[in-house]
């Protein structure tokens, strides 16, 4: 199993929609996880990070599972400036700072 | 303003011909690593630096070489680049923790 796996997509969806995506992980003692943004051939950009249960900031909510090893990305009333891969992002537990990224779901969002 | 810097933005070169890719930060981070993204591979971490003199291998080492003589700059030497290396290749800098500030990132073509 991957130590990161996410749904490549694209998920093409309206504006004004509500969207989900969901990244699973395979290190059960991983305490923290993130959500990176990465425009089209841009460099990524922290989005959010999930610590306990979930986190909300304006139309993005982050959601943890960890019975079933997931955290979740949705995008309410999504805008055509959503349009982006979306990665999600583990720690390792090594103290060495390093992040393991999942390959990323695209999101595109027509009118 | 805060940022990391990376030069060249575009590279095309010839197998064999050394070549370094600059990165800079002018947010006084401790951490640095390089990172390749290729698709469907995600991003790949090449080398990373916990502080100056601190360099470690990262998932994809091989063919690479990286110094940490001042905190500010991480450069990333291709010492006799191959077609396998054609990608785009990000620094990043982290204060300590996991929010990483990425440059804008360097697209190298080896012929």
């Known amino acids: 199993r991957k130590e990161v796996e996410q749904d490549p997509g694209p998920f093409n969806v309206p504006e004004g929609a509500t969207v989900a995506f969901n990244c699973t992980y395979s290190n059960s003692a991983s305490q923290s996880f993130f959500w990176y943004r990465q425009d089209c051939r841009k460099e990524p950009k922290l989005l959010m990070s999930?610590?306990?249960s979930g986190n909300e900031d304006g139309r993005f909510t982050a959601q943890l599972n960890r019975a079933s090893q997931y955290i979740s990305l949705l995008i309410r009333d999504s805008k055509l400036s959503d349009s982006a891969t979306y990665l999600c992002?583990?720690?390792?537990?090594?103290?060495?700072?390093?992040?393991?990224f999942g390959t990323g779901t695209r999101l595109q969002v027509f009118p | 303003e805060a940022q990391v810097t990376q030069n060249p933005r575009y590279l095309i070169t010839v197998t064999g011909k050394k070549l370094t890719v600059t990165c800079s930060q002018n947010m006084n981070h401790e951490y640095m690593s390089w990172y390749r993204q290729d698709p469907g591979l995600g991003l790949r971490q090449i080398y990373y630096?916990?502080?100056?003199?601190?360099?470690d291998k990262g998932d994809v080492p091989e063919g690479y070489k990286v110094s940490r003589k001042e905190k500010r700059n991480f450069p990333l030497i291709l010492e006799s680049p191959s077609p396998n290396q054609t990608s785009l290749y990000f620094c990043a800098s982290a204060l300590g923790g996991y929010e990483q500030f990425f440059g804008p990132g360097t697209r190298l073509t080896v012929l």
């Open positions: 999930v610590y306990s």
């Open positions: 630096s916990m502080n100056v003199e601190v360099t």
């Open positions: 992002v583990v720690p390792t537990l090594d103290n060495t700072d390093k992040l393991i």
